[in-house]
């Protein structure tokens, strides 16, 4: 199996490509967020210095996030799904260097491309239970509440995100790709990055993404 680095604008679906990966092949999902999280939760050394720099409103530099990775990669020992990293050229090629000092080069770089369009619908459709965390879409028929406004599992009334509107929305959309596309170039010259056309069918999406890994 390979391991996977996903790169997706906003409501790609790169959550439910990794629910996948994970459930079907047991991946270890590595999200930066959750890294950052879980360290500042140990009280290490390390985690204070993250939680002091957050606390003062600034960000995490890189090498900071490559030592945090290289801890979690040498930590594992199964295959692994990098989400959120790399998100600048700059940290592309950090990244490239750790994957040579670990000796990882059986990696595949998936890019889910979806039509903006889509991906709007998504956005502005999508509701949370704050009680479970069950997702939900009201303008997809197979992503609906059964009970308008409320969890099917939980009956809470369901949450949406203050970002979730048109014009939030175009900025992080139209931000993430210009950003993405010197990543993309500098893994398509390596002939790593394999892209997927995203629609809402799930069973297509399923196999795609077990003919990448698997091939």
């Not at 680095?5 to 790609?12: D, K």
């Not at 720099?53 to 996030?65: A, Q, R, S, T, Y």
């Not at 890019?111 to 879409?137: E, F, H, Q, V, W």
């Amino acid at each position: 199996m390979k391991n996977v680095i996903f790169l997706a604008p906003p409501a790609a679906g790169k959550g439910t490509c990794s629910d996948i990966l994970k459930n079907k092949y047991n991946y270890e999902h590595i999200s930066t967020g959750a890294i950052l999280r879980s360290e500042i939760a140990s009280q290490s050394s390390l985690g204070n210095e993250i939680k002091s720099i957050i606390e003062k409103g600034n960000l995490v530099d890189d090498n900071l996030m490559i030592k945090l990775i290289e801890n979690k990669l040498t930590s594992i020992n199964k295959n692994f799904i990098l989400d959120g990293f790399p998100r600048t050229i700059t940290q592309a090629y950090s990244l490239d260097n750790l994957f040579k000092e670990l000796n990882i080069n059986n990696y595949v770089v998936i890019y889910l491309n979806i039509d903006k369009s889509l991906a709007l619908k998504r956005t502005l459709g999508r509701m949370t239970c704050p009680k479970c965390g069950k997702s939900y879409n009201i303008y997809f028929d197979e992503f609906k509440p059964i009970n308008d406004g409320y969890c099917d599992i939980c009956n809470e009334e369901l949450s949406k995100r203050s970002d979730d509107n048109e014009e939030s929305f175009n900025n992080r959309f139209d931000t993430y790709i210009n950003s993405t596309l010197p990543i993309l170039k500098f893994y398509e010259e390596k002939n790593k990055v394999i892209k997927i056309d995203v629609d809402n069918n799930f069973e297509f999406l399923s196999s795609k993404l077990k003919e990448i890994v698997s091939d």
